[in-house]
């Protein structure tokens, strides 16, 4: 069973960066590697993830080029910064390894 932990949400005002980091206790390769994210009363919705095999990544549309995923094979640790963020960013997100979830943290972002 893949575990996932997850670490750097926080506050920022507009305009401001975070990095989440999301270290999975298996290998990345070969597995689905993406983020997602939820805001109160609504659906978990796409964010970023790392096509297998061809490691191309895919954006949202709201997030494409703000927002970048990356991955490091050897410590099996997933990554997404998040540049330029707005107040719409608000969420909780959630990375994902094959069919593992972390338990999510909340990126406050305020005007």
């Known amino acids: 069973q893949v575990r996932l932990r997850e670490s750097g949400g926080g506050i920022r005002q507009a305009g401001g960066s975070l990095r989440l980091t999301c270290v999975s206790s298996?290998?990345?390769?070969?597995?689905?590697n993406g983020w997602f994210r939820r805001t109160p009363g609504k659906e978990r919705e796409f964010v970023a993830s790392?096509?297998?095999?061809?490691?191309?990544?895919l954006y949202a549309d709201s997030v494409k080029g703000r927002f970048t995923i990356s991955r490091d094979i050897a410590t099996n640790t997933l990554y997404l910064q998040m540049n330029n963020l707005v107040p719409e960013d608000t969420a909780v997100y959630y990375c994902?390894?094959?069919?593992?979830w972390g338990p999510g943290q909340q990126v406050t972002v305020s005007p």
């Open positions: 994902t390894v094959g069919d593992a």
């Open positions: 298996a290998g990345l390769r070969m597995r689905y």
């Open positions: 790392i096509a297998e095999p061809s490691g191309i990544s």
